[in-house]
């Protein structure tokens, strides 16, 4: 089970929590409905991510066999065999289909836009200097998108820049932490982009998404939308977490190189989990009028 469970990289669902963006802001977080649609999207999304993680260790086994963590995924390994995984594959689409038949269709349109883009990323796109990234970063706009079409509510602009500008940040510093494990151990990655990269250009791109992520988020809090929605400009007190969250993870990624597991940063940093769960937690008492 634990071999499985790691096949469908069940750690990494935590990246579609994205999905539930749209419900804090909708004002409609506490009402079951609505609660419970967007809980059966973010299942969804995590069904489609476990097929794509499956898709894409298939396309790569040969060399996640050369990495020094990668060799122990379960297909690169052997624990699993391409035949077992293509079936599990399958099995996972058939359970997303039957989902899809429960959402409306333009929700749908996202969750195939997402199998779409990440199975291109898999064969083609992650070869792709630049576009490597920002395939990474509509995954996550997709993920927003979704949650909010799920519940049929509006998004702010500066809400999907802000999603855009975050997951290019942490794409980014992913590649920057390949670099320079690769450049550490004196070998050639087995993720050949990385040949186009190299550690200064990977910090301009960085600090220039860290920045946009900031401004965004900072103009979406002071935004006449989001004040007339809202009803208050308390928002703009959230800004300084957000502010916070981004130097703790280019701190943890200069100092220590642990870009490359986002994930692992998200669950095993004290500062970052206390920083994460602070800003919910104020987000939610303002947005709905507790203070």
């Not at 506490?30 to 489609?48: G, H, K, N, P, S």
């Not at 293509?86 to 058939?94: I, R, S």
């Not at 929700?107 to 630049?130: C, D, E, M, P, R």
């Amino acid at each position: 089970m634990k071999t499985y469970l790691k096949l469908f990289r069940v750690s990494q669902w935590i990246k579609n929590f994205f999905v539930f963006v749209p419900l804090l802001f909708s004002l409609h977080l506490f009402e079951e409905d609505f609660f419970t649609t967007a809980f059966r999207a973010f299942i969804t999304f995590c069904l489609a991510s476990s097929f794509v993680y499956i898709i894409n260790d298939i396309v790569d086994r040969d060399a996640d066999r050369a990495h020094p963590e990668k060799k122990n995924r379960p297909i690169a390994s052997g624990k699993v065999t391409v035949n077992t995984a293509l079936f599990l594959a399958a099995l996972l689409l058939v359970f997303i289909i039957i989902l899809m038949f429960t959402f409306n269709l333009i929700f749908n349109i996202a969750v195939i836009g997402f199998l779409l883009l990440n199975t291109l990323y898999s064969f083609w796109f992650k070869h792709i200097v630049i576009l490597d990234v920002f395939s990474i970063a509509a995954g996550f706009a997709l993920r927003v998108l979704g949650g909010a079409f799920a519940i049929n509510v509006e998004i702010s602009s500066w809400l999907i820049l802000t999603t855009m500008f975050i997951s290019l940040f942490l794409g980014v510093m992913k590649r920057h932490s390949e670099l320079s494990v690769a450049t550490y151990e004196g070998n050639s990655s087995t993720r050949r982009v990385l040949e186009h990269y190299s550690i200064d250009f990977a910090n301009q791109m960085a600090t220039v998404a860290a920045a946009g992520v900031i401004i965004c988020y900072a103009l979406y809090t002071v935004a006449t939308r989001t004040i007339t929605v809202f009803g208050t400009e308390n928002l703009i007190y959230t800004t300084p977490f957000v502010v916070f969250g981004i130097f703790r993870y280019m701190y943890l990624v200069y100092k220590f190189d642990k870009g490359e597991n986002t994930t692992r940063i998200m669950v095993t940093d004290i500062p970052m989990i206390v920083t994460i769960i602070s800003y919910v937690i104020v987000t939610v008492l303002i947005i709905y009028k507790v203070f």
